[in-house]
C-alpha cells in the first residue's frame, strides 16, 4: 500500500513577542525569524502513517510512505527527518506566492501531483493548517480527485491491502469504519502521535538524500473563490494581579480568601 | 434571497447546534428581507417527533437517511438540492458542519469558510470573520461566489433556544435507500464518554504540560474532586493520552464558561485561552512570570503549581470541616 502524506511546517507564533505582532501592507505577519514546526496536526499525521507502516508490517503487508510540502526552502529541514524516518520520497513543490489562505491552490497542485505521479491508496492531511486554519486542503482534494473522505481520524488500523479501520471523530463522539482505498483522511487530534525521532544512524544513511525540488510553474492554478480582506491582532490583556508570599502555601492562602472563597461561598 | 440551514439530527447534541444557528440568524440575518428554511438529517424513526423544536427557521425539509455519513448526506443534498436557487447555506459549528460546507461548496460550485464568527452581508459578496494564526489573529474574508457556504466556529455565539414552532412548514424526503457508494464496509458508533457541561461550571481546574507526569495530573484531579471543581486539560496533557480527549479544553475541545478558572502549569497559548476565556475569574499558577498565560489572568501565583494546588486543596479542605 502506498501512503502519501501532505504537511505544512508553520513557525512556533507563541515565541512571537507581542511587539512582534504587526500586520503589513500585504495583510501579511513577519514570523521569519522563529523557529518552524511542523503543523500540530500534521506532526500527528506523519507519526499516523509511520505507525500504520509498522503495523501493517507486523500483518506481512508492505507500506510505502512518501511526503509531500507546498513551501518553501525553510521545510527542508523536516522533509530530511522524513527521509531519515524512511519516507520513500519526500518532495517540495516551490510556491509562486505566500498560499497560506488559498486552500483552493494548494489543494488543486496537491491533486495534480496525485494524478501525475504514481496515485497513493491514501493521503493523509493534518485537519487544519496552524498558520492558514483554513480546515479545507484535505476536503477540497478529496473533491477534486473524486475520493471519498474521513475527516479528523483519532487511529487507523490496516486491516488488509485494500482496507483499512479508521476511528474518527464526528460531532458528539467517534465512530469506527472500515473503508476502502483509495481514499483521503484527514488526521484530528490523535493521542499518542508526536511523531518520533530517527535514529542517528538512520540519519546518516537516509538523512542525506536529496530532496526534490517542482516548481509551481508545472501546476495549473484555479481561481481563489475568497480572499483575504483584513487582519486583526487579538491582544488578551487581564493585568493580573501577582499574589506574593513567602511560600506556596502562604500564596495559596492569600489566594483563597481573597478571591476563591468569596466567589465560591456566592449561592 | 433564500437561505437554509442543514443540520445533522442523527448527532444527540443537534438541539445545541441548532440553538447556535438560531442565535447566528438573529443577529446577522434578522432584519435582511430574506427567507430562511431548515434541511434536518435524521435517520430514527423514534426521533422525528422531537425534531420540529430543532428548527431555526419557519419551514423545514426532514430528510431521512440511513445514518450520517457525508456521502450520503452530500447525495442528499443534490437530491433535495437541485433546482433551489439557495444563495446561502449555514450550518453549525463541528465536525460535520464544517465538512459539509466545503464540500457542499465545492459541489456547487460557490465558496465556503469555516468556523466562522461573525458575517455581514455586502453586495454580491458576503463577508466573515474567524480566526487565523494559530488564534493570534481575526481574518476577514470576503466570498465571492455563490452558494456561500459556511460553518460556525464553536462558542462564537450565545445560543438561543428555540420557541413558537406551532406553525412550521414541513416537507418529508426518505432518503434512507441512499448508500455512499458503499465506501463504508462498516460503522460503529462510538458515543463520547458523558462529557460534563462545562458551561456554567462554577470552579474549572485545568492541568497543562508544566505539570510533567501523568502521575501529577492525576493528582491533580483528584485535588478538583475534592474541591467539588470540574477538571480539563491542555493539549499536550491529552496527546499524551494522560486524560481522554474529551476533557480537552480550548478551540479543539471545550470553550467553557465557568465563575473561576485555574490555569495550571499552563502557557497560556491563544488556541488554548479561547476555552477559558469567557471565564469570570482567571488563575494563573505558573513558574515563569513570563508566560503569556500570567498577563492573560486576573490573579496569578509564580510557583509550582502542585505545591500551590496541593496547599490550597488543604486550605480548602479544612475550611470545609470547620463550616460544616
Ligand atoms: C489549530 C490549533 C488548535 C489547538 N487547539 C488547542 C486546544 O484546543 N487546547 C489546547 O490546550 N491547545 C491547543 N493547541 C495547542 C496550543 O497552541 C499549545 O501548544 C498548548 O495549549 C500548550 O499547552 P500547555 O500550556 O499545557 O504547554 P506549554 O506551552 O508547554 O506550557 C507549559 C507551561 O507550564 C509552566 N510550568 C512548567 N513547570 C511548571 C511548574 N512546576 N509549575 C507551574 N508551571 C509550570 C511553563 O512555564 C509553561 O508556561 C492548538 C494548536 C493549534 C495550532
Ligand atoms: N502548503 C501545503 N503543502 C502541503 N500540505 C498542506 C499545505 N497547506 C495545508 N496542507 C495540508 O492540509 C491540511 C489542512 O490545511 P488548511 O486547509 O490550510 O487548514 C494541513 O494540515 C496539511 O496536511
New interface residues.
Partial sequence: MKILVCFKA?PN??M?LDED?V?DKKLL?DTSFVRNDLS?HDE?ALEMALQLSDASRDLGMHVELNALTVDGPGATPILKTLSALRFATAVRIEPGADF??QPTAVASIISQYIRLHAPPDVVLFGSQS???????TP??T???LGW??I??A?RIVPTDEE?MTV?H????????????VP?VISV???????LRKPTLRDRLSYGKKPIAVLAEEDFQLPEE??????????R????????AGES??A???V??ED???P??SRP | MKFKCIL?GC????KA?AEELNSFIGTYLGNAALTGSTILFYANQEDRPALHDLVPTKSVELVRVGG?Q??IILDALKCTEDKEDTFLYLFPS???G??LA??W???KN??????VEQMTLEKGGL?AV????????????????QPFCISLAKGSVERVPITGRENLQIIEHDLSGLNG????????????EQARDLTGA??LIVGGRGLETRENIRQLKEMAGAMGAEFGIS?PV????WEP?HR?IGV??TIARP??CIAAGI????AF?AGI?KS?????INTD?QA?I???????????CM??????TK??MF?CTEQA
Fill in positions: 508553520a507564533v507563541e512571537l505582532w500586520v505577519i500540530a500527528s497560506l489562505f496552524d498558520i492558514g486554519e483554513n480546515a479545507k476536503l477540497l478529496a473533491e477534486m471519498l473522505c475527516t479528523r483519532t482496507h476511528t471523530q464526528v460531532d458528539d463522539g467517534h465512530a469506527r469504519e472500515t473503508v476502502r481514499c484530528g487530534d490523535a493521542p499518542c502521535t508526536y473563490t475568497e480572499t483575504l480582506m483584513d487582519l486583526e491582532i487579538l488578551h490583556e487581564r493585568d493580573a494581579a501577582i499574589i506556596p502555601a500564596k495559596a492562602k489566594l483563597y478571591y476563591l472563597k466567589l465560591l | 445533522n448527532a444527540p447534541n443537534v447546534r450520517y457525508p456521502e463541528g465536525v460535520v464544517a465538512e466545503v464540500r461548496a465545492f459541489r460557490g465558496s465556503s469558510l469555516v468556523h463577508m474567524k480566526k487565523a494564526y494559530a488564534d493570534h489573529v481575526r481574518a476577514t474574508f470576503r466570498l465571492d461566489r457508494d458503499g465506501f463504508v464496509r462498516d460503522t460503529q458508533w462510538i458515543p463520547a462554577k470552579l493539549r491529552a496527546l499524551n493520552a480527549m480537552l479543539s475541545g465563575e473561576i502557557s497560556g497559548a491563544a485561552y476565556e469570570k475569574l482567571i488563575i494563573a512570570p503569556r500570567v498577563k492573560a489572568a486576573d490573579v496569578a501565583i509564580i510557583d509550582d505545591a500551590v494546588m496541593d496547599e490550597l486550605i480548602f475550611d
